[in-house]
């Protein structure tokens, strides 16, 4: 990986990454914008990969890279774990298929795990993505409260549907007071209903959370939260315990989308570390081993309303007790596959040595502090924040605890040093997180910071620090 010098990013950028260009105009002659998620393009055009091993990716026109992006934090134990690819081809091979769209013994063993591991889950239900994980857990809280409206918080993602595609990152002109933010629609095609029925928080400010809960609190059938928004920015405890508190009094379900969290802010998510209980959490990312899932786990008896037997539901076949009302539904050819299981369980497992886990956040405490370390030296306003194995870079040396001060942030500069960074080896999608994994060793850290050393001179040189 040697570092090349040139000055402008994005000119080098272009010249190392001709074969990403070519195939990019081609891909967008059969798909919009030329990819298959919104989040993966990025300008002038997203690089294509076609390698990986442990904590290294290598693109098309042959560049390697450190791998930050993991996969949106999904590959915990870097690529191509032999553990995970030994349990995968191990299940085909043993089972003689990849499924059978029946119950199998992989969904008792992945679901006793995650019971054991997260303090607020009981039972759980396998989805195939974060998405549908929280969209089953909304529907939940309504179905157990016969309440319709949700509240969730600004800067906050839990996935791709109407009810939760609101204040994501909203213009700040247009969101409304810092206190009592409003909705602002984060697609085309979002009805002014869903707008009405989702509420907005301002996150890490009770008091103010307090009083719009209150306000809409009989028609409220859940909070839905990233304890740690977008992965990084923590709650502080006693926000997290108040919001307990103020969510039990109201009768109003408290859910943990610990999609990115859990299995990265501790083994159990942020819930263990915190030592707070939801009633119902979503999990998805680290939990498939690089395979596509979800999980909503909670109390037993939120969860247990999705149970078929004895009610029946639309897919009843014949009996007189038809109710499809009376059932929460939920379905999904995939739900549980067993090859992903299998993936999942060998995950699990090597997170569940404490040395493995332990290693992974010393690496990321190792990177954090030398990034930080960088910016003292060259006086550039920057550190980092984050907890277990997933921080960002932030440009800025005021406190960052919720989406309007990353707003206050130098976005521009973050955003200058990271196709610097690309240039240099190193990858993660420009203003992104970085996830950290067991196969980044001191090699991956060493080479790392040098880039950042390059990266910062770089900018600094184009008078741009
Ligand atoms: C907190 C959170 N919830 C839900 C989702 C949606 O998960 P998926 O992309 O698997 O649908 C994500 C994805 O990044 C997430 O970070």
Redesign the pocket.
């Known amino acids: 990986m040697a570092l090349k010098l040139k000055d402008d990013a994005s000119e080098l950028l272009l010249d190392r990454t001709r074969e990403s260009s070519r195939l990019y105009q081609e891909a967008c002659e059969v798909m919009p914008g030329g990819v298959t998620a919104n989040i993966k393009y990025f300008d002038p055009y997203p690089i294509l990969m076609k390698k990986a091993e442990g904590a290294i990716l290598q693109d098309v026109d042959g560049n390697s890279y450190v791998d930050y992006l993991l996969s949106?934090g999904a590959m915990a134990l870097g690529h191509g774990h032999y553990k995970v690819t030994e349990a995968v081809l191990k299940q085909i091979m043993n089972m003689g298929s990849t499924m059978f769209g029946t119950p199998h013994q992989f969904e008792i063993d992945l679901a006793r795990k995650l019971i054991r591991l997260y303090r607020g889950i009981e039972k759980i239900r396998y989805t195939n993505?974060?998405?549908?994980?929280?969209l089953l857990a909304i529907r939940m809280a309504m179905a157990y409260t016969s309440k319709y409206k949700i509240a969730k918080f600004e800067g906050h993602?839990?996935?791709?549907f109407e009810q939760v595609l609101v204040s994501i990152n909203p213009d700040v002109s247009k969101a409304g007071s810092e206190d009592c933010p409003c909705p602002v629609p984060e697609s085309a095609g979002i009805c002014q209903d869903h707008l009405e029925n989702t509420i907005v928080l301002p996150f890490n400010n009770l008091e103010a959370t307090e009083r719009i809960l209150r306000a809409h609190a009989d028609q409220l059938a859940a909070v839905i939260i990233?304890p740690v928004q977008a992965?990084f920015i923590p709650a502080d405890p006693e926000f997290l315990q108040g919001l307990r508190q103020i969510t039990t009094e109201l009768g109003i379900l408290l859910i943990f989308?610990e999609?990115?969290t859990g299995f990265r802010v501790s083994l159990g998510g942020a819930q263990e570390k915190y030592g707070v209980t939801p009633d119902l959490t979503?999990l998805?990312?680290v939990l498939g081993g690089g395979f596509?899932i979800?999980v909503v786990g909670g109390r037993a008896d939120i969860m247990d309303i999705s149970a078929p037997a004895g009610k029946g539901d639309l897919f009843d076949a014949g009996t007189s007790k038809r109710r499809s009302d009376d059932v929460l539904f939920h379905s999904g050819t995939y739900n549980g596959h067993p090859s992903i299981l299998s993936a999942g369980l060998a995950t699990i497992e090597v997170l569940e040595d404490d040395e493995n886990f332990k290693q992974i956040e010393e690496t990321t405490m190792t990177l954090r502090r030398g990034i930080e370390q960088l910016f003292d030296h060259y006086g550039v306003p920057g550190t980092t924040l984050g907890l277990g194995s997933i921080f960002n870079v932030v440009m800025s040396d005021k406190l960052v605890r919720n989406y309007r001060d990353i707003q206050k942030t130098n976005l521009n500069l973050r955003r200058e040093l990271d196709y610097e960074l690309l240039n240099l080896g190193v990858y993660t999608k420009p203003l992104n997180r970085y996830s950290v994994s067991l196969a980044h060793t001191q090699k991956e850290i060493d080479h790392t910071l040098n880039a950042y050393e390059v990266a910062l001179n770089r900018v600094k040189r184009r008078g741009k620090l």
């Open positions: 949106y993505s974060g998405t549908e994980a929280t993602y839990h996935g791709g990233e992965g989308d999609v990115k979503t998805g990312k596509p979800g």
